[in-house]
C-alpha cells in the first residue's frame, strides 16, 4: 500500500525564504549557487515571478525567473530546483505552469532560459513545457565556454519557447 503524497502548496517567496533558497540550490547540482543576498533579491524584488513550493513548513521547491527588460512578453526562468523529498512528482513542470497563470505575467508567450547541454533533465522538463505549452522549443548558444566563460563553465544554451498562447 502507497502512502498519499503530502500537499505542496506554490506561493510568491517572501524575504524570509531567502536562506532556505541558499541551501536548496547549494543541494541541487548542476545548478549554479549565487550569493544568499542574490537569494533575497530573488524572494523579495522578483517575488511575482519566481515560486516558493512548501511542504510541511520546508522550501522543497523553487524557481526564479524574471521579465526581461524591454520584452515584456517574454519570462526569463534563472533557476529551477526541486529537492530530493519532492522529486518525482512533477513538481518542477507545476512551479512553471503556475507561475505563468499568475496575473503579473498575464503578457508573456514566450519563456527563456540556460542549460548546458549535458543537463538532460532540464533538457526533458522544458521540452515537455514547450509541448504542453504548444510552443516551439528553439536552441542557440548563449553564452560560450571560452568567450564568456574563460573555459571555467560549460556553454549555456539558450531554451526559447514561443511564442505560445498564455491564458
Known sequence: MSTPQKQIDLRKPI???????????????PLDTNSMYCNLLQCTHFAD????????????????????????????????????????????GRMLQHLLERPFCKTVHNLETTITESNQASWALFERLADNLGGELNKSIMFDREQHFADEHDSELLARIGPFKNT
Open 15 to 29: 524575504s524570509t525564504d531567502g536562506a532556505a533558497v541558499h541551501r536548496l540550490i547549494s543541494q541541487c547540482p
Open 49 to 92: 515571478t519566481s515560486v516558493a513550493a512548501v511542504q510541511d513548513n520546508e522550501l522543497v521547491g523553487f524557481v526564479s525567473g524574471y521579465i526581461i527588460p524591454e520584452r515584456a512578453d517574454t519570462l526569463f526562468v534563472w533557476q529551477v530546483a526541486v529537492s530530493d523529498k519532492a522529486r518525482g512528482q512533477g513538481l518542477a
